[in-house]
């Protein structure tokens, strides 16, 4: 029996950290993984997953929308798409990774990829209340706060040069070609 953890029902699945893209990105075509603010190397690519792995961003948002619908018509049928909030090193709650993540959740509500699950929607939920505090949330955040005292604002300033760009940044291609994974 499937686990619920695993979100399955859903075409869009949302949770934390490594261990929660291990969960939902099980059966998934495509994951986000949302770390506005990377702090350390953590690799999405552990997870396991040899679906595509794209760097989700609140810039990228329409970008990864559109780039993910175009893959559901080369698949002629719904893509799942896991969408992970890196989180804090020590799994700890991040902000400014959740609005990240609700943010691509949110657009690709907006292209017509919304069977989401309520994970998925309150992340979309806390975007769209906190939307035009994205950019402050960067630095006035716990991670971002952490960052000014150790490295100044270089880090944050980079930060939000990436989060702002509005390209889709593929991490690591699918390694199986999509009518396989159908």
């Known amino acids: 029996m499937t686990s ?3 979100q399955p029902q859903y075409q869009i699945r ?4 490594l261990d929660g ?15 506005a603010l990377v702090t350390d190397d953590r690799d999405p690519a552990s997870v ?16 990864i ?12 049928d719904r893509a799942t798409v896991a969408v992970a909030a890196a989180g804090g090193a ?33 992340a979309v939920g806390a975007y769209t209340g906190l939307r035009n505090a994205v950019g ?7 991670t971002g706060q952490e960052l000014l005292a150790e490295q100044g604002r270089a880090p944050i300033e980079e930060a939000r040069e990436r989060n702002d760009r509005a390209e889709v940044v ?9 009518s396989r994974r159908a």
């Open 21 to 35: 893209a291990r969960a939902i990105a099980a059966g998934a075509h495509i994951l986000v993984w949302a770390d």
């Open 48 to 63: 396991g997953f040899d679906g595509a792995i794209l760097a989700g961003s609140v810039g990228a948002r329409e970008a």
């Open 65 to 76: 929308a559109r780039w993910v619908l175009d893959r559901q018509v080369e698949l002629g």
């Open 14 to 17: 949302f949770d934390w950290g």
């Open 90 to 122: 020590d799994g700890r709650f991040a902000v400014e990774d959740l609005l990240a993540a609700g943010a691509v959740i949110d657009a690709l509500a907006d292209v017509g990829i919304d069977y989401i699950s309520p994970e998925a929607a309150a």
């Open 136 to 142: 402050h949330v960067l630095s006035a955040s716990v």
């Open 4 to 6: 619920p953890s695993t």
């Open 170 to 178: 593929v991490l690591r291609a699918a390694q199986v070609e999509w």
